[in-house]
Nanobody, 115 residues
Framework: QAHVVESGGGLVQPGGSLRLSCAAS????????FDWHRQVPGKERELVAD???????TYQDSAKGRFTISRDNALNMVFLEMSSLKPEDTAVYFC?????????WGQGTQVTVSS
């Protein structure tokens, strides 16, 4: 059975940094692309960053230059390094593992940027 589990969220001051982790199990990790989404109550979930099975990355405009997505195929993990955090980055961050046929979501991890 597939599992996707996020961790690393928390409270951080504006301008600070945070590293989110996504651990995937029960899947052939190297065949999957991954992305990070975030959601604020009352708003739609939005894509933040994506990394495909070959390591090619794409970013939402607000994440460019501040966030870095990476993957470690040996550890079956995906990371989102976030820096220069702003209060508007506050959200629940979700990791998604996907192929053309299959999608798995994690349960999310809360990131709060506040002084």
């Amino acid at each position: 059975q597939a599992h996707v589990v996020e961790s690393g969220g928390g409270l951080v001051q504006p301008g600070g940094s945070l590293r989110l982790s996504c651990a995937a199990s029960g899947i052939d990790f190297g065949l999957y692309s991954f992305d990070w989404h975030r959601q604020v109550p009352g708003k739609e979930r939005e894509l933040v960053a994506d990394i495909d099975r070959y390591g090619t990355t794409t970013y939402q405009d607000s994440a460019k230059g501040r966030f870095t997505i990476s993957r470690d195929n040996a550890l079956n993990m995906v990371f989102l390094e976030m820096s220069s955090l702003k209060p508007e980055d506050t959200a629940v961050y979700f990791c998604r593992a996907y192929t053309r046929r299959t999608i798995y979501w994690g349960q999310g991890t809360q990131v709060t940027v506040s002084s």
